[in-house]
């Protein structure tokens, strides 16, 4: 595995979108295939999500918890990050791979490949995870009144956002859909954005609700 290659490829998410989508067509030249050969950048995003999840683990269990309790609440969060992180990309990258298939005006031969789709999820959890990190960092701070919890929703909506915001400028890369406006794949970013409206009103904050999953108190 190429991790410098990958690590570099991550930063492009962020930073050169252009750049970013170059390269997938670069490679769809060399190598006849869309889907990168290198698992690297999924097992990136991997250890970042089991970091993220064994840090929210600890970060939400009791105060109270024993040295063996911190160490059960780390190794159980790491391991829930890793299966949130392959769950979520299989079932988003089904979902990715069904739109593409019927987005495009002009299907390319053999269709969208599936891992292509993976590696957009891949591509997806790199600003995701980092706002997730940010989050983790501000948490005593959100965990204070409305108004943190309305933040809370704020970085819930923002991640959700850049995820598939990170998902549509990767699917553009591809012929059926090059030169066009953002596509139907921004569209749960968009629902997000009205649950997290939803939620502050209601007083609800859905990216401490969805953190709290890693929690496991022993």
């Known amino acids: 595995m190429d991790l410098d290659l990958a690590a570099w490829h991550m930063t492009l998410v962020l930073g050169s979108v252009r750049l970013s989508q170059k390269l997938s067509k670069l490679h769809r030249e060399h190598s006849g295939a869309w889907a990168r050969e290198d698992p690297a950048m999924a097992f990136l995003c991997m250890c970042a999500a089991s970091v993220v999840g064994a840090s929210y683990s600890v970060a939400l269990s009791p105060a109270s918890l024993s040295l063996g309790g911190v160490l059960a609440s780390l190794a159980w969060g790491g391991l829930l990050g890793v299966l949130w992180f392959v769950a979520s990309g299989v079932a988003c990258a089904s979902a990715v791979w069904w739109a593409l298939e019927h987005l495009g005006r002009d299907r390319p031969a053999g269709g969208v490949e599936w891992a292509f789709c993976f590696d957009l999820h891949c591509k997806g959890c790199v600003p995701l995870l980092l706002v997730a990190a940010a989050h983790l960092l501000l948490l005593p701070v959100m965990a204070a009144g409305w108004a943190g919890g309305a933040a809370s929703n704020c970085f819930f909506a923002l991640a959700v956002l850049l995820y598939w915001g990170a998902v549509d400028v990767g699917a553009r890369a591809l012929p059926q859909l090059e030169g066009r406006g953002p596509t139907s794949l921004l569209l749960p970013g968009a629902v ?15 990216m401490l609700e969805a953190a709290s999953a890693f929690a496991v108190s022993f």
């Open 192 to 206: 997000a954005l009205v649950a997290a409206v939803v939620a502050s009103l209601a007083g609800a904050d859905l």
